[in-house]
């Protein structure tokens, strides 16, 4: 499969744990996304990557959350100190061009669900 | 705030008919949109595009209309198969400055074709 692939599929935790979340991109795609989306909304954009540096991040991405993407192959996204509210599917894109322009459209993964108890 | 809006959180159509979703926008300096489908369980999927140069495109039984001046733009699927029946996300990009270059998605549509 060359698809983008992000690992784990699920992950359970308590609150006030750490989690990573693990994003294999399709491998000739430079950039990278990560979304959030929860019950009811479209994905929220979270950061971006153009190969290994980390160009823009969101409002949304507070202090606890962090990016990597090491060797501008694959990618992490680490939250620390869990809270409830950070309960979501965190999906994963990569792309080719600029989004939404010509070959620019982004693929998503399957996403990863975070359950916060 | 929400500068991409799908006001229709639901549509029901008849397998055979037009299936309608509707989008609207406030940043007129947007230069592209996009339709993304997603069944349950797994990533939201490229679907069609649309530049703001353009206010039609066409691929099968997809077609993307553009109204820049309404800041609205839907989606027509002609006609409509029960393998439809999926969320529907409008999505748009642009401008690009410096380091800026994402898609921003609207809350989606979830469109049921009944056989």
């Known amino acids: 499969d060359t698809g983008v692939s992000q690992n784990p599929r699920h992950k359970i935790t308590k609150r006030g744990q750490n989690v990573t979340f693990r994003c294999d991109p399709i491998?000739?795609?430079?950039?990278l996304y990560w979304y959030r989306q929860t019950l009811g909304q479209g994905p929220e954009f979270l950061t971006y990557?153009?190969?290994?540096?980390?160009?823009?991040k969101s409002r949304l991405l507070s202090d606890r959350f962090s990016a990597e993407r090491p060797k501008g192959s694959f990618s992490t996204l680490e939250i620390q100190r869990t809270e409830q509210g950070d309960s979501a599917m965190y999906l994963c894109?990569?792309?080719?061009?600029?989004?939404?322009?010509?070959?620019?459209?982004?693929?998503f993964g399957e996403g990863s669900r975070l359950t916060v108890l | 705030d929400q500068q991409v809006k799908q006001n229709s959180p639901s549509l029901s159509v008849q397998e055979g008919r037009i299936s309608i979703l509707n989008c609207d926008y406030t940043?007129?300096?947007?230069?592209?949109f996009l339709w993304y489908k997603k069944y349950p369980a797994e990533g939201p999927t490229f679907l069609i595009s649309?530049?703001?140069?353009?206010d039609k495109n066409e691929d099968g039984r997809f077609t993307v209309f553009l109204n820049k001046s309404a800041k609205h733009l839907s989606l027509h699927i002609v006609p409509s198969q029960p393998g439809d029946s999926a969320v529907y996300f409008c999505?748009?990009?642009?401008?690009?400055?410096?380091?800026?270059?994402?898609?921003?998605f609207g809350t989606g549509t979830l469109l049921a074709v009944q056989p």
């Open positions: 990557f153009q190969n290994e540096a980390q160009l823009e």
């Open positions: 491998s000739e795609h430079n950039r």
């Open positions: 894109a990569s792309s080719l061009g600029l989004a939404g322009v010509g070959t620019g459209e982004l693929f």
């Open positions: 999505a748009a990009s642009g401008p690009w400055g410096g380091a800026t270059n994402k898609l921003i």
């Open positions: 940043n007129s300096m947007f230069d592209y």
């Open positions: 649309i530049s703001s140069i353009k």
